[in-house]
């Protein structure tokens, strides 16, 4: 574009730093942020959720939380993609608890997560074997109508009978039935009735 005397704008940057970020080239993105701040180009809330969804794909939080606080300098304020950058961050260092105290600073700022960031926060629970969390980002999913599939409904209810929380596992049956979101292939008697056999058969 600098050959044919074509001046890059917003938009030209804004692409080049999300193409870099997106196959994990930090730096570059980087470079070419510093280059657009040298040249006086105007940057908006596009350049920096780029900028951190690129070191968020490379597990630099740190970096990514200080461009966060660069928002303020610049009069923007983070959205839904700033947020689910940041937490996608935390999900890939397996910080589901972290994870999931910037997902509540979402909601508070009056944004709405959309499934690809409760999955996201999902996985990190299952991962990390942490049902019960996985259970309370479930309740939040429900709440705002939204189904998540059968394996993983089946991982959580079985990953909490197994820690001794029956009752959560209860819970979320009932929540999926009350709010109409049994996925398809999940039976729920089917299931707690194969748990109890289990029970029956290590216990009798």
Not at 32 to 56: P, Q, S
Not at 146 to 175: F, P, R, V, W, Y
Not at 189 to 194: D, M, Q
Request: charged letters at 25%; hydrophobic letters at 35%.
């Amino acid at each position: 574009m600098k050959v044919m005397n074509v001046t890059p704008n917003t938009v030209t940057y804004n692409t080049l730093i999300n193409g870099y970020g997106q196959v994990g080239n930090s730096n570059m993105a980087g470079k070419v942020y510093d280059e657009m701040l040298r040249n006086g180009v105007k940057t908006d809330i596009l350049t920096y959720n780029a900028l951190i969804l690129g070191l968020c794909k490379e597990g630099k939080t740190k970096k990514a939380a200080f461009l966060v606080k660069e928002l303020d300098k610049e009069d923007l304020v983070p959205n839904a993609s700033t947020f689910s950058a940041l937490i996608s961050g935390q999900c890939a260092r397996k910080n589901s608890d972290r994870a999931f105290q910037l997902y509540k600073s979402m909601v508070r700022s009056g944004c709405h997560p959309n499934e690809q960031t409760f999955k996201m926060l999902i996985s990190a629970f299952i991962e990390n074997e942490d049902f019960e969390g996985a259970f309370n980002v479930l309740m939040d999913m429900f709440a705002r109508s939204m189904a998540s599939d059968s394996n993983t409904l089946l991982e959580i209810c079985d990953g909490l009978c197994q820690c001794g929380k029956e009752s959560l596992a209860m819970k979320l049956c009932h929540e999926m039935k009350a709010r109409r979101l049994i996925p398809v292939g999940f039976d729920r008697a089917e299931h707690f009735n194969s748990m109890t056999e289990k029970e029956n058969r290590t216990f009798g």
